[in-house]
C-alpha cells in the first residue's frame, strides 16, 4: 500500500508558473511508475504526465508539451510536475497517481493503468 499526498496548488495568473508535488508514504517509493492526471469541472480526468520507475523515460500529453515537465526523487520518495505558462485551459483538479511495476523503464498513460491515487490539488489560473 502506498498513499500520495499532492501539494503546490493555488492560483496564478496566466502565463505564470507553479510547481506540484507528490509525497510518497508506506510501501518503498522504487518500483513504481508515476503519474500526473488533471479533471476539469464537467469534464474526464486526463493524462498530462508519467515518469518511468528509473527516471530514465517520461511523457507528456501533446496540450502541456513544452510547457510542464514531470521529474521525481526517489530519495525523497517524492514526484514533481512543473507547470510554466499556464493559461485559462490548465483550470483543474491536478492528481498523482502510481502504479506497481518491476520494470524500470514502463510509462502508463491511461487511468486504468494506475493502482493508487492522491486525493488532488487545485490550480487556479486567472486570466
Known amino acids: 500500500q502506498v498513499q500520495l499526498v499532492e501539494s503546490g496548488g493555488g492560483l496564478v495568473q496566466a502565463g505564470g508558473s507553479l510547481r506540484l508535488s507528490c509525497a510518497a508514504s508506506?510501501?518503498?517509493?522504487?518500483?513504481?511508475?508515476m503519474g500526473w492526471f488533471r479533471q476539469a469541472p464537467g469534464k474526464e480526468r486526463e493524462f498530462v504526465a508519467g515518469?518511468?520507475?528509473?527516471?530514465?523515460?517520461?511523457h507528456h500529453a501533446d496540450s502541456v508539451k513544452g510547457r510542464f515537465t514531470i521529474s521525481r526523487d526517489n530519495a525523497k520518495n517524492t514526484v514533481y510536475l512543473q507547470m510554466n505558462s499556464l493559461n485559462s485551459e490548465d483550470k483543474a483538479v491536478y492528481y498523482c497517481?502510481?502504479?506497481?511495476?518491476?520494470?524500470?523503464?514502463?510509462?502508463?498513460?491511461?487511468?486504468?493503468?494506475?493502482?493508487?491515487w492522491g486525493q488532488g490539488t487545485q490550480v487556479t489560473v486567472s486570466s
Open positions: 515518469i518511468s520507475w528509473s527516471g530514465d523515460i517520461t
Open positions: 508506506g510501501r518503498t517509493f522504487s518500483g513504481y511508475a
Open positions: 497517481a502510481a502504479k506497481v511495476t518491476p520494470m524500470l523503464l514502463l510509462i502508463a498513460t491511461t487511468r486504468e493503468e494506475y493502482d493508487y
